[in-house]
């Protein structure tokens, strides 16, 4: 095992372990109605398998993600903290991803790390690792990530055979992706920006682009095939004139990651005034991190361009896609997060090099406070999620799922039939 293998396998075990760490307490959460209809959805698949090309909520269509969330009901029935475990492994290995596309483009292997740590204690993912719902999101990540790393290896590859099997390889990843959630689609600016600093020639990355566009292009038959897909809100002219609006709301996530769903009662202590006030004024703290963006997207190197423009490229969807007067929350932003943990870990290391002794401890200082906040609003979450146990919508959520093992009584008396015979 060379230097480069142990260390990834070394930080893939110390990802996990700290997932565990900032997450373990989710798992004894009770499942919302939307889980429950998603369990139901997987429960009419698993008796059905047709019916996972189908729409299970939106309006696209999401097969991959589907088939993970029947094969996760064949497994665990319907034993709720099972997929919130498994989900909590997934998004470490996501962010052990983050570190393997990360590590060219930061510099070195600590700013890397950092950027892998962020991506696993921030508090903006509680609500995408809690829920089952947050699946096709998670899984979209994990192919992109490893689009892009298959990608990154078909610019340094030396032979042309090599070069065009890891190019295949991207493409399939890329599929995978978009098989789980649309966003995926904007792989084409993570990985076009990743291979340009490595390109043998401008022509070179063209060609290897052309292949994703091309694998785009099967995506988008498939989603014409089936009617019902493609968002209404495209169509729409108030959602193009609300989308700079709603992009900076969600741009402020990255720097508040809660919102005022974390109380629960009447909501008339002054948290929740507070919280209240910050998500009113949303779109200006957004605006102020734009800004502070913008700054170093001129005066930064290839690297903060790159990351810069991967996560204005997921924002810009979800703020289009998302119906005008809709809330936003931090679920919206799981596959354009890495990239703000990246831009963090590269500006960290650029003020860590460029200041002393004083600076660099009040720069560990920022550090470990941010983390430690984050990690406790993490276990907020967490704890308001078991509270919302006692809702109405719990409770009807719980009802759901008590009625779902009727419905499988008959297709398990069919397979026991089957056997006997």
């Not at 372990?17 to 698949?45: K, P, R, T, W």
């Not at 600093?197 to 022509?203: A, F, M, T, V, W």
Request: proline share 4%; net charge positive.
């Amino acid at each position: 095992m060379n230097q480069r293998t142990g260390l990834h396998l070394t930080l893939a075990v110390a990802s996990i372990a700290l997932a565990f760490f900032a997450f373990y307490s989710c798992l004894d959460n009770e499942a919302s109605l939307v889980d429950a209809q998603l369990l139901g959805q997987a429960q009419e698949a698993h008796a059905n398998p047709s019916s996972v090309s189908s729409n299970w909520r939106g309006s696209w269509h999401r097969p991959l993600s589907q088939a993970f969330l029947m094969w996760e009901y064949r497994v665990w029935g319907l034993e709720y903290a099972l997929y919130l475990l498994l989900q909590v492994i997934l998004h470490a290995v996501n962010a052990t991803l983050v570190f393997a596309l990360f590590r060219y483009p930061t510099g070195t292997p600590v700013a890397a790390a950092s950027a892998m740590l962020f991506a696993l204690g921030f508090g903006f993912y509680g609500t995408t690792v809690f829920s089952i719902t947050g699946v096709d999101q998670m899984l979209a990540l994990t192919f992109l990530l490893a689009a892009g790393i298959a990608a990154a290896r078909a610019q340094l590859l030396r032979t042309a055979g090599q070069r065009i099997a890891s190019m295949f390889l991207a493409s399939l990843l890329f599929l995978a992706g978009l098989a789980c959630h649309e966003l995926a689609v904007l792989a084409l600016v993570v990985i076009g920006g990743y291979m340009w600093p490595n390109r043998r020639s401008g022509l070179s990355v063209l060609r290897k682009l052309s292949l994703l566009v091309l694998t785009l292009a099967v995506w988008v038959v498939y989603q014409w095939q089936h009617p019902g897909s493609g968002p209404a809100t495209l169509q729409q002219s108030s959602s193009w004139l609300w989308m700079p609006w709603r992009t900076l709301q969600l741009a402020s996530w990255m720097v508040v990651p809660v919102d005022t769903s974390l109380f629960i009662g009447d909501g008339t202590n002054g948290s929740f005034r507070l919280v209240r006030l910050l998500e009113q004024t949303r779109p200006v703290y957004g605006l102020a991190f734009g800004v502070t963006l913008g700054w170093l997207f001129y005066r930064g190197s290839g690297a903060y361009r790159w990351l810069a423009s991967s996560w204005i490229a997921f924002l810009l969807p979800v703020a289009l896609l998302a119906s005008a007067g809709s809330a936003l929350s931090p679920h919206d932003v799981y596959l354009a997060a890495p990239f703000f943990c990246g831009l963090l870990a590269l500006a960290l290391r650029r003020f860590w090099l460029r200041s002393e002794g004083l600076g660099r401890s009040i720069a560990a200082v920022i550090l470990s406070i941010t983390l430690t906040v984050n990690l406790l609003l993490v276990r907020t979450v967490e704890q308001r999620s078991a509270e919302r146990g006692t809702t109405p919508s719990a409770r009807a959520a719980q009802e759901l799922l008590r009625g779902v093992p009727a419905v499988l009584e008959e297709p398990r008396q069919d397979e026991e039939t089957m056997l006997r015979h």
